[in-house]
């Protein structure tokens, strides 16, 4: 695992069997003299939300342990330490542990399959690389990055603040444009003359240095525009008359037709208007509640007691009569009406007929003499009304007791009501629901009007210029307005400069009346000196030159500071960038010593071990890189040649390799070599092969194999047997689960 990876962490792997209990790892090591010494870690139950290392501590015992009696061992053990180095027993090392001595076939063929440069990284948990490959990694990820343009990196992010910098600058001088040159001193007056001296503009104050260039210039743009303005004044004004009169023209024609007849000494009567918007208003109502008296036949189904209440209130003089005995003679009326034969109803509604007939035929054809419901021709108009009469009479003779004693009441109640009619005749006349319809809604033109004030405003400011004839008064609506609308844009002001609409729009006049709102105009008369207003803009444009110049002096002092800094940042980078190609190169160089250092075991072990390999004996290492090939010539990596078993031979060979030529005798106090179950894939001239190169290279050391198949297990016992090195068989299986 650390072959491949020197930060791998093998502590996140371990798991307890029961997560109330301590786990433990034991392991007896036997000397020559067959001396035992049992090593104990102790893994805390309680402690699994720390780290890992945290939760460990160690004990020693100078005896072997039997595996049945083991938990009464570790009862009595009460020396436990933070490190098994404490005890001083023996100079084990678990990095060195770790590094050299474990071989796991998964995890080394796994190493065979990455790329080549990550191959050779991995070998720098061997070659100790740790601090190198720091400051490395540090110098590409913090200060310099891959390349120039790598962002979130100190160097380059500096650079390139620097570059925004310097042309932020650049582009601040460029916006500062040509500066002027002139020798020549000018004088300071105010331009514009006020009488608050605080409302004075900033471009025409005395105190000229802490006006920013931005408003000089403006200063000098607005001296232009306002030497204009007071020049064009009277057009301006004019103008301002003409734009109000517009607007009244636009909204105040037809409110000047509504209420012309109530001007008085060229000003609207308001309180003439409410007076006459009162009186309509009684008049609806008169109408409103008079139906029953308005009627020329009387119809005592409208009469209304309420209505004649209200009526009497507004009117008096109109109501003569008692109102609840005409109540009540109606209410007779109405149940007479209802008693009536059907012969009688009849007659009843002929005689109406009849009346009604009379009536209409007098007023659309006066004096005619022909029926207007048959057209017989009676020859004169008094034959005529003698017919009608005859037929009154007719009908009078077919009325019967019940209707004549209706006609009777009926009769009465118009004597009653007479005088009242009379009466209401002469308030109301002959208003109709269109009269009373005409004066509502002129009731609410009006009401309207006068509610506005700025309705009566605009009509008050027409009312000059309006010429109110007979003739007038004889037009319609349209013709009115017509005539109007000419009278009034005949009313309208000329301009005396003809460029003044130019300059209007140019010069914006009504934004200059915004911007300096407490200027009089009409009082600047050195604006109309041209030679006083030139002097102005010189002293001002001299004022920005000079303000220019310090602008740009302190910009360019900024930019060559900005420069050196930029040019000593790159100069940074390049040394920095030097020292990072130097420590590769030196990585690379020492790598590949140790390459070269490794050609020759490498052979000689590949070569022992992969016995039936048929394209030659051994496997060579690449110069300069980790490739494996079976000859100097062959480009192909044996990843893509070699079976798993030959992998795993070749992984082995690799290992005793690095084993033979950097593991001192001295610092290998242990002497172990741990190897994974290496048979499970190899054939069996390989498997012979690499237990005569352990029982013959590393007769010195402890060999531990793990494997499943017991032939391979007891062929391996019988080869060291007879070599004179006792082997001893541990089934984890038997002993330690009882299966």
Known sequence: MTIEKGNMDLQKNVLLNEADSDGFIVCTLINEQRECLSLFAKIDHGMHKVAYSDSITYGIMHESIPTEDLDEYIAECSDWRGSITEFDEIKYSKENFAVYYYVSQAESVHFLKQSITQRKDAMNALLDLGDVDNWIIFLQEKLIGKNASSPNVIINDEIKSL???????????????????????????????LEATDSIPLWDSEKIDGVDIIELEKGVRDIDRISYLVKDYEDYKNYLWNKKLEAAIASGTDDFILSHVYVENEKIDIDRIKQVIESNNRTIEIFNNSAFLRQKDIIPKVYSAEGMTKLKQLFPECVLFDIEEVEITCSKLNEMDKTL???QAVIKKLENARAALQEANEKLNENGDKCPYCGHPYGESKKLKEAYEAAHALLEEENGEELNNYNELLKQLGEIIKESKTALNKEIGTFDEADISAILDEVKQLSSFVSDKKRVENVEILIPFAKV?????????????????????????????????????????????????????????????????????????????????????????????????????????????????????????????????????????????????????????????????????????????????QLSGFVLAFLF?????????????????????????????????????????????????????????????YKFFKYNRIGQSFNVKDQLYGV
């Open 341 to 343: 034969s059907s012969k």
């Open 469 to 645: 004839d007979k003739a007038f008064e004889n037009m319609g609506k349209q013709e009115q307005k017509i005539e109007l609308q000419r009278m009034f844009i005949a009313a309208k002001k000329t301009f005396a400069n003809e460029d003044f609409t130019y300059n209007l729009t140019s010069y914006d006049y009504d934004g200059l009346l915004k911007e300096y709102p407490t200027i009089e105009w009409s009082e600047q008369k050195l604006l109309l000196n041209e030679q006083m207003v030139n002097s102005k803009k010189s002293y001002i444009k001299a004022a920005i030159n000079s303000k220019k110049n310090e602008k740009a002096n302190e910009i360019n002092t900024r930019i060559r500071e900005n420069v050196r800094k930029w040019q000593c940042w790159k100069g940074i980078r390049e040394e920095l960038k030097n020292i990072q190609k130097i420590y590769s190169d030196a990585i690379d160089s020492y790598k590949n010593q140790i390459l070269k250092k490794l050609r020759v075991p490498l052979l000689i072990y590949t070569g022992k071990i992969l016995q039936d390999y048929q394209n030659g004996l051994g496997v060579f290492i690449s110069k300069d890189e980790m490739r494996f090939v079976t000859n100097g010539d062959v480009k192909h990596d044996i990843l893509n040649t070699f079976s798993s078993g």
């Open 657 to 717: 390799s690095m084993n033979k030529q950097y593991v001192k005798e001295s610092e290998d106090d242990l002497g172990f070599i741990l190897i994974d179950d290496p048979v499970q894939t190899m054939d069996d001239i390989n498997i012979s092969s690499m237990i005569e190169v352990l029982r013959n290279d590393f007769k010195d050391r402890q060999i531990i194999l793990s494997t499943h198949e017991t032939d391979k297990e007891n062929y391996i016992l």
């Open 163 to 193: 570059d925004t910098k310097i042309n932020e600058d650049i582009d601040q001088l460029k916006s500062i444009g040509a500066i002027g040159e002139s020798d020549e001193k000018y004088e300071f007056f105010h331009i514009i003359q």
